[in-house]
Nanobody, 128 residues
């Protein structure tokens, strides 16, 4: 059974850090581009970061560059999103997703369209 399960969310003060995990079952993360997205109340889903099939290419939305870092551990079949310097505007439900359609190994997209399998999300709240 194919599953993407996010964890690591929670309540953190501004300036704090969290590390989100996306554990995959029934799908090998090394074979697909994996993205992180977020959706705040009343807003559209936004691409945050992605890592390519090769693992050598990553992308970030401008608002998180220099603060967030995506990585993967193929031995654990897990993709991580390290979030530092968190701001109240980072508050959202964070989702990981797999792009099973793109075969190009050295690129990844932070738009929702190519991603065809999604996890259930984990809540991140940044507040004092």
């Amino acid at each position: 059974q194919l599953q993407l399960v996010e964890s690591g969310g929670g309540l953190v003060q501004p300036g704090g850090s969290l590390r989100l995990s996306c554990v995959a079952t029934g799908l090998i993360v090394e074979h697909y581009g994996i993205g992180w997205f977020r959706q705040a109340p009343g807003k559209e889903r936004e691409g945050v970061s992605c890592i390519s099939i090769s693992g050598g290419s990553t992308n970030y939305t401008d608002s998180v560059k220099g603060r967030f870092a995506i990585s993967r551990d193929i031995t654990k079949n897990t993709v991580y999103l390290q979030m530092n310097g968190l701001k109240p505007e980072d508050t959202a439900v964070y989702y990981c997703a797999a792009d099973r359609l793109t075969t190009e190994k050295t690129v990844c997209m932070i738009t929702p369209k190519p991603y065809d399998y999604w996890g259930q999300g984990t809540q991140v709240t940044v507040s004092s």
